[in-house]
């Protein structure tokens, strides 16, 4: 049986399409489960993780 721990990983990118990227990440995360984002934030869950990331320009 495989048990695996819980992770945090932290980043950070300085870029004027903070926005767009964002919601682009979010966008393709949803195709895995649910995803809600909008302009500056995103919170993504799939089975096996979740996601949360903020943006500002």
Request: charged share 20%.
């Amino acid at each position: 049986m495989n048990h695996h721990p819980k992770s945090q990983a932290a980043g950070r990118a300085q870029t004027p399409s903070a926005s767009r990227y964002l919601q682009q990440l979010c966008k393709h995360w949803s195709r895995k489960g649910k995803a809600e984002f909008d302009a500056s934030k995103g919170c993504c869950q799939t089975n096996e993780n979740s996601h949360r990331i903020s943006g500002a320009a």
